[in-house]
């Protein structure tokens, strides 16, 4: 697991490293600056390098850079921006430090040949628009050729939500300090960074002094959490699910949902739908048990049966907007004793009256995409879409779920302000049924014994790379949804 952080955060990260543990900030952007020389210096960078700062301490570390460059045989063209009034304390030390040397510090970037630029413009402390000199500086700063390496964060990329404020330096290399930035992760923000480096210059956990970062994001190492599986096991160690899907000419929502479970590890998958599905899921799942129902009357009794001993259930995918999906909606929500995941039609239905999700104390995981968000939420897809994470906190609060968002970086929060930004996966995943794939996924590990939140953020990893593995082999173009199941098994053998 790794830690996202915000602004905030950070800045009372450092402080606690400066204040509670007596390591001086000019300590730190010591280390801050060395880590960008070694980068420099592996890639055998040559002169001219620029080195463009600001006047708060982003730009106290790019003048520690353009000293220790100096000091290692360099000559750095240094340009600060901004006036000296406004130094932070360890900017206008560094820049001393930089006039003893003799070392010029321009006003204006001079119009030569660069083999590398170095932004240190703006860290995270940037607050508001980038305009003005700064805004004009950074597009000078894009148009030059070179090495664009940018300090801590793209200066005019927002920390906390990835916006672009303005303008944005085009970065080649990010080099961030301590831990990753939420800014860093979220579109558009992740395109301005190009290859990030997460260094450490002695920010430690210790530094949040108890009060772990609500934010993270998985990598690899992070499958190991998923649910092992046993010497001495049997079908029902796995878990019994209940997949409520597929209406008339739908059958394939239910096929890939149940084959995902499969595929996830389930030990039983039941399937529930319309009796005009029988045939086709026996013949495409054969080991899916079938609950079918031939009218609407039949519905109540057989769902309330099929209920009876599973440990997670799903109702959505495919199963049409219609009376009938609010019905057996009702049905579930209302008798469910497990957590259900709700998806696609199921989330139509509910956005009919969100409040039936007050009846019930078991947890529920809905799995919006940012059409079917906009459906519950009333809000257009455009608001949504450029505050994913606020959207998301505003209904986990409202409606005490656990709401898995799916966009570019799909999120996933809950109430206990718990927040997870995915980044695995890829744009060949925009494809018809991906969505019933991350049903099945996250169901089957619910089923499993993941609990609820954990599940839906894993299986939304899984998902990525399951579908980086389908890239692999069809492409973005010709990647299908049941490509993605095909990857799970990819991802999963060289688990255990
Ligand atoms: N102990 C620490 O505090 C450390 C901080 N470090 C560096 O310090 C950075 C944070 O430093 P600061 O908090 O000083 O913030 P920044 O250096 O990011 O910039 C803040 C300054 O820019 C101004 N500003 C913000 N938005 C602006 C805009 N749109 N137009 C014009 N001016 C604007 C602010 O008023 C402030 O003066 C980090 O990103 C990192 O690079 C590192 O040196 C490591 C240690
Ligand atoms: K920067």
Redesign the pocket.
Known sequence: MEYLLDSKTM?SC?SA??NYFGLP?IV??ER?ALSVIELIQDKKMKDNILVVC????????GLAIARILYERGYKPIVVLIGSDD?L?KEAAIQKKILEKYKINIESTIPQIEYTTIIDAL??????????GI?YENISIMNKIEGCKIA???PSGISADTGKV?GIAFQADYTIT?GFSKIGLVLYPGCTYCGKIIVKD?GITKDSFLGELPITFTYNKKDLQELPKRKFYSNKGTYGKILIIAGNINMSGAACLAGKSAYFTGSGLVNIFTSSENRIILQSNLPEAVLTCFNSEEEIEELLLESMENVDAIAIGPGCGDNHITRKLLELVIKNTKVPVVIDADGLNALSKGNELLTETDQPIILTPHLGEMSRLTGDDVGKIQSALLNSSKQWVNKYKSILVLKDARTIVTDSNNRVYINRSGNNGMATAGSGDVLTGIITSLIGQGKKPFEAASLAVYLHGLAGDEARKKYGVYSLMASHIIEGISMVLKEIN
């Open positions: 800045k450092d490293t400066a900030s730190l952007m801050a600001g006047t708060g301490n982003n730009g106290g570390d406004s932070t703006f860290g995270i402390g940037l607050s508001r628009e980038v305009e700064y300090i801590d964060i404020l300090f210059i």
